[in-house]
Structures are given as structure tokens and as C-alpha cells.
């Protein structure tokens, strides 16, 4: 009767563990759909993050090629934002790379999280790109 059990309790917890392993390819697959349209909307090879910070976000941008003009268009973007950039990085030499840390205006209505900084962050590449495609 003991082996009963012990079949028994082998099965529950395999299948626990497959459930558990369907879980993590769903999240995973979720996860390579989301990035596959961020890249559909980003039409250049940069990464993007935003991070919430305790007051503001650590905002990182990253381009393996020089962007000229896109650091205009990025500070413009945060502008219409209403975030305040407390600190900065900025190489534009043989790469283009920004680190920023913004913070929201106090006077500003409305509150705004990560992903709509990091939205109008792929909004501001895109349309700087777009720009420069059309004066190529």
C-alpha cells in the first residue's frame, strides 16, 4: 500500500512541475512576443529601459551607431513630458549612449510611470529616424 502512495504522490508532483514548466514558456513567450514589438516599433537596433526610481526613472538608451540629432529629440520628448532631468551621460561618438535620471515636474497634473516615459522615448527614435531617412 506504501508504494501506492508513493506512485501517487510522484505523479501529483510531476504533474505540479510540468504545470509549473507550461507556466514559464507561456511568461517566456509573452515575453519574446512583447520584445518582437518593441523591435517592430523601434525601426533601429538601440535598447531602451526605464526604471522607477524612488522619485523619478533612470532612463537608458543605446545605439551600437553614432545618431546625430537624436539627443535633440530625446530631450525634447522629456520635455513634452514634463520630466525634469536631474542628471545625465551622453556619448555620441562612435555609439550613442544616454543615462539619465528624470524626474516628474512638480507642477505637472497628471502622473506618469515607466512605460509611458519609455513609450515616448520609442516614439522620439522613431520619429528622429523617420527624419533622417527623408534627408538621406
Known amino acids: 500500500m506504501a508504494w501506492q502512495v508513493n506512485k501517487t504522490t510522484i505523479i501529483v508532483d510531476a504533474s505540479k512541475y510540468i504545470e509549473e514548466l507550461k507556466q514559464k514558456v507561456e511568461r517566456l513567450n509573452q515575453g519574446i512576443s512583447a520584445a518582437q ?3 517592430d516599433q523601434n525601426p533601429l537596433p538601440m535598447q531602451v529601459t526605464v526604471e522607477t526610481l524612488e522619485k523619478g526613472f533612470l532612463i537608458n538608451v543605446f545605439s ?3 545618431c546625430p540629432g537624436l539627443l535633440v529629440s530625446l530631450l525634447e520628448a522629456f520635455e513634452e513630458l514634463g520630466l525634469n532631468i536631474l542628471e545625465a551621460r551622453v556619448s555620441c561618438t562612435d555609439s550613442f549612449r544616454l543615462q539619465a535620471v528624470g524626474g516628474e515636474n512638480e507642477e505637472q497634473s497628471e502622473s506618469i510611470d515607466a512605460q509611458v516615459v519609455k513609450q515616448a522615448v520609442l516614439q522620439a527614435i522613431k520619429n528622429w529616424s523617420e527624419g533622417t531617412d527623408q534627408q538621406e
Open 64 to 66: 551600437e551607431k553614432s
Open 37 to 39: 514589438t518593441s523591435n
